[in-house]
């Protein structure tokens, strides 16, 4: 395999799917020598079996607003690979949302599901709603018309979404709602559900505490203390809350919160007063971090993003593409030591390559943020067995995935220098046991 032959074929295949194409760029030279060792992988094509999704639905979505005025949006699943368990990745519903985008987010599922060491698949869908600005009635009316359409395609052994952008509790209360009258069955086909119905403690938290932990062992391997560090947060999400919550508890300085309006500088750190205003304004007031501002008299940044302040730990928990080359030589410049991303693909190509020039300490998404689907796994299989599991018993199994995900990085992506190159760590772990369940499962 020639991983710039199989990139520029891809391109010339999908010309409109630039996110998808930079996914599946970032990856392929990572794994392309340990590839290339199997000769057996290249006769069966199975780089172009894993970067093609398995299949993919596309729908539109019709809903009333509360005027009585019909809307349609478009609804995707993307049923990326299910060579290790069934189909499971979350739902985004956010105005940006196209099929390029998932097929990104799908595709680094796969590897990131491989990763945690639970039997998933890799999958992702979602839609070009947005909930922001839209009442409680739409959003369920909108989620009831999307569910009408997905819903023969799910199942608990078959395709398990959950939440990302746009998608909290409410929102899948609303969809499993809809899916379980369409399919007269009760079954975790969700998860992130809420506790009352089959969720599992300590989801919401998992992949902010995830993303801390993974860092904690980052930090391990240069005898780094997280207490009294200073972080830049973006975003303000769920990511962004149990990441901030995580910190508190174990004395790092945060000083930074942004949405997609901009970003707050608060030079004090964010205490636990103000986490609990944070809750409050986002998930329930559902209002802008510019309101933080306000009330706490600090600095906001109209469109900015936080990359320019000074911190020793940057955790972009977002977007996308939210942090370019010159915000990485920022970062770096103010001597950030480490960057672990919550958010999926938040970094550009640039950007990670600023970063692994320096020498920094820089974790991909597909690992550092695996915290939140391993829950999903979690609860998978609590609603399985039909018991429900302590909250010390879930963050303890997350807390000791996490170190698993870091040692296969470590194991995996440990260069001759001694850096961890934990792009390539993952990159390898993760597509390693994907590969060897393909193989044995025949030419599919
Ligand atoms: P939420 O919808 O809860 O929060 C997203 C946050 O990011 C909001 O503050 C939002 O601001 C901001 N944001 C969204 N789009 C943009 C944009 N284009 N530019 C700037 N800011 C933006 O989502 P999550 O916290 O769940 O997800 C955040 C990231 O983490 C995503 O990349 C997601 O894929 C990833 N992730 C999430 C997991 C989970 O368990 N939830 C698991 C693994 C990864 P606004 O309110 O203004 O839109």
Request: charged share 25%; proline share 4%; with cysteine.
């Amino acid at each position: 395999m020639k991983a710039i032959e199989v990139i520029e074929s891809l391109k010339r295949r999908f010309p409109n799917e630039p996110e998808y194409i930079q996914a599946v760029s970032q990856v392929l030279p990572t794994i392309e020598e340990t590839y290339n060792q199997h000769p057996e992988f290249e006769k069966s094509n199975l780089i172009e079996r894993l970067c093609i999704p398995d299949r993919v639905y596309e729908f539109r979505v019709t809903w009333t607003d509360d005027r009585g005025q019909v809307h349609t949006n478009m609804g995707y699943r993307i049923q990326h690979n299910n060579a290790i368990g069934p189909y499971k990745g979350g739902l985004r519903f956010h105005s940006s949302v196209n099929l390029g985008i998932l097929k990104f987010l799908a595709f680094e599922q796969t590897f990131k599901n491989s990763l945690t060491t639970l039997p998933m698949g890799g999958a992702k869908g979602g839609s070009d709603f947005s909930p922001r600005g839209k009442s409680n009635a739409e959003v369920m009316r909108f989620c009831q018309a999307f569910m009408t359409e997905l819903w023969r395609n799910i199942g608990p052994d078959v395709d398990v979404p959950a939440g990302d952008i746009g998608v909290g509790g409410r929102e899948v209360g609303y969809l499993f709602g809809m899916y379980k009258k369409l399919t007269h069955e009760y079954s975790g086909t969700f998860t992130g559900k809420g506790l009352e119905f089959g969720g599992s403690l300590i989801r919401p938290e998992a992949t902010g505490y995830g993303n801390v932990y993974f860092l904690q062992e980052m930090l391990a391997t240069k005898g780094i203390d997280i207490k009294g560090k200073t972080v830049c947060v973006s975003g303000s999400g769920n990511v962004a809350q149990y990441t901030v919550d995580k910190l508190i508890d174990l004395g790092a300085k945060v000083v930074t919160l942004s949405d997609s309006n901009g970003y707050i500088y608060d030079p004090d750190g964010i205490d636990r007063e103000k986490w609990n205003y944070v809750m409050e304004l986002k998930n329930i007031e559902r209002g802008r971090i510019r309101e933080y501002a306000e009330k706490y008299n600090v600095k906001y940044v109209e469109g900015g993003r936080p990359w320019g302040e000074k911190c020793d730990i940057a955790l972009p928990s977002a977007t996308q593409n939210e942090i370019d080359g010159d915000d990485a030589r920022k970062l770096v410049a103010n001597g950030v030591i480490a960057v672990g991303e919550g958010a999926n693909m938040p970094s550009t190509p640039e950007a990670i390559k600023v970063f692994q020039d320096a020498r920094i300490l820089y974790s991909p998404g597909k690992a550092s943020n695996a915290g939140g689907v391993s829950v999903s796994g979690l609860e998978m299989s609590q609603n399985s067995e039909r018991l429900s599991w302590t909250r010390e018993e879930v963050d303890q199994k997350l807390h000791s995935i996490m170190k698993n995900i870091h040692a296969a990085c470590v194991q995996y992506g440990t260069e001759k220098d001694g850096y961890v190159n934990y792009v390539k760590g993952a990159n390898v772990a993760g597509f390693m046991k994907v590969a060897k369940a393909m193989m044995a499962q025949g030419i599919l």
